[in-house]
């Protein structure tokens, strides 16, 4: 029985591990220039912060902040990963063909 609870708990600690260090989670939004601000201190260099209005592919939305080195283009969608308590890892402009449809059903289209 120890044996089988050990087992469980090792399986539910990589799962944890995995969903917080190693497997990011994919967002899109579309670029709001009103949407972008000064960053603050201690932000590696990066001038800029953006807030933006993102959804999954399975619909569900949420505001991801997030710091760049230059001004993104004005209408533009993303493809942003997270990871749990890091957030926003990386981020790329894509087409509107691109985008899940779940997601398309939350994000502005005419870009």
């Known amino acids: 029985m120890a044996l089988v609870v050990l087992g469980v708990l090792a399986g539910a600690l990589w799962w944890g591990y995995d969903r917080v260090f190693m497997s990011p989670e994919v967002w899109y939004a579309q670029v709001d220039a009103s949407c972008l601000t000064k960053a603050n201190e201690n932000n590696n260099d990066f001038p800029y912060h953006y807030d933006l209005l993102a959804a999954n592919e399975e619909g569900r939305e949420e505001t991801?902040?997030?710091?760049?080195?230059?001004?993104?283009?004005?209408?533009?969608?993303?493809?942003?990963?997270?990871?749990?308590?890091?957030?926003?890892?990386?981020?790329?402009?894509?087409?509107?063909?691109?985008?899940?449809?779940?997601a398309q059903e939350h994000l502005p289209h005419g870009a």
């Open 64 to 102: 991801l902040g997030f710091d760049v080195k230059r001004e993104l283009r004005d209408g533009a969608y993303l493809r942003l990963e997270t990871l749990m308590l890091r957030g926003v890892i990386s981020w790329e402009e894509v087409s509107w063909e691109e985008i899940p449809a779940g």
